[in-house]
């Protein structure tokens, strides 16, 4: 599985899946939550403890949205792909109005129209960003526009779900309010959880904000202190993904996670170095824009993207992501993250396109 999420998970995942059920209301239980939650704040490098929703971690994006925007908030949602684009949802939903930057979808956002956008509307008080916009793999410079944010005192959004941990990427490095990202994609583990930071700003924007979903599946605050020793968890937590996700923050700890990066890196790198040297064409414009967590590449002329990818699983038992929604069709897609971010797989990648390829003729 060589695919941009969900992702092959771990083997010590998969047998972390298979531990015994436990009961939540035993304190030996919320123990070993709290050590759950101790663990991802280290990884996270948080002072306080982060938040795991239980749902694949749009609903921890969704639940940034219901949670931080209020009906007086202005919101610049910043766009260079589907996931960026996709927030404008929930941004419509809950603020007054919704301010946009847009670039195309083989580009990334200069922080400079940021500054000049929050210096045009002074009253944007909610900017949003994806950080690595997935179906075109491309990196949003993200640190240097949430350095800008903050300056102008606004609250920073980043959707960080399929960089987080493949990369140098942290909650506090891009001065977010809310961090979302998930288990399923550069951690390695299975899909069902949104893991979540605040920051001590941001709580007190959503403590403020009356229309922030309180006693719902939707409500972020619920899950705050949820860890606590004596406090309880809203409903049942998810067992056997909480065991998954504790296998997979062990094994991100043992490893190092500059290590993990750099492994992540030399996959992207190799698997770019070999397209490029085979003739094909990255999708992002600009090499420096390439994801070290995905590559992305324009399907060539006369070939059908369902079609090639369906060859490699037939022919090469390879499994690549085909695009989404404005690149679907055009590109194909290939991950790195987790166990998949290995040197060797660009290698048994780039042979496998080259057999199917040739022998089509191409
Ligand atoms: C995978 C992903 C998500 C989560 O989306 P799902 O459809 O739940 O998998 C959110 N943002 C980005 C950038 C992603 O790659």
Redesign the pocket.
């Known amino acids: 599985m060589l695919t941009?999420?969900p992702v092959e998970a771990y083997p010590q995942v998969l047998a972390a899946l298979g531990r015994p059920m436990q009961y939540d209301y035993l304190p030996a239980y919320q123990d070993y939550y709290a050590g759950v939650v101790a663990r991802l704040r280290r990884v996270l490098r948080m002072d306080d403890d982060p938040v795991i929703m239980q749902g694949?971690?749009?609903l921890g994006?969704e639940a940034a949205a219901a949670a931080l925007i209020g009906d007086g908030d202005v919101v610049l949602n910043i766009v260079s792909g589907v996931?960026g684009k996709g927030f404008e949802t929930w941004a419509r939903r809950h603020g007054r109005e919704v301010v946009e930057i847009a670039v195309p979808f083989d580009e990334v956002v200069d922080p400079q129209a940021v500054r000049a956008a929050l210096r045009q509307r002074p009253d944007i008080s909610i900017v949003s960003i994806?950080h690595?916009?997935?179906p075109s793999g491309t990196i949003n410079p993200v640190e240097e526009i949430g350095a800008i944010v903050a300056e102008h005192g606004a609250y920073l959004i980043v959707?960080a779900?399929?960089s987080f941990g493949g990369m140098d990427i942290f909650p506090h490095s891009c001065a977010a309010a809310v961090f979302v990202t998930?288990p399923s994609?550069c951690l390695g583990s299975a899909p069902g959880l949104s893991l979540v930071a605040v920051s001590e700003r941001g709580w007190r924007k959503i403590e403020a904000n009356p229309a922030a979903p309180r006693a719902s599946f939707l409500s972020l605050a619920d899950w705050r202190g949820a860890s606590r020793p004596g406090a309880a968890f809203p409903v049942t937590p998810s067992i056997a993904e909480i065991h998954a996700l504790d296998a997979a923050l062990d094994l991100h700890e043992a490893e190092g996670a500059e290590n993990v990066w750099a492994r992540h890196a030399a996959t992207a790198a190799a698997t770019r170095r070999g397209l490029l040297d085979l003739g094909y064409e990255l999708w992002p414009r600009r090499p420096e824009w390439c994801s070290p967590t995905a590559t992305v590449f324009r399907v060539p002329e006369g070939c059908d993207a369902t079609e090639l990818r369906n060859r490699l699983v037939r022919e090469h038992n390879i499994l690549i992501s085909l695009g989404r929604g404005a690149t679907a069709g055009k590109v194909l897609r290939v991950g790195h993250m987790g166990p998949a971010a290995r040197p060797e797989n660009a290698t048994k990648f780039l042979a496998a396109l080259e057999s199917v390829l040739s022998r089509q003729g191409v």
């Open positions: 941009t999420g694949e971690a749009i994006i996931y994806c690595h916009d997935t959707d779900v399929s998930s994609k």
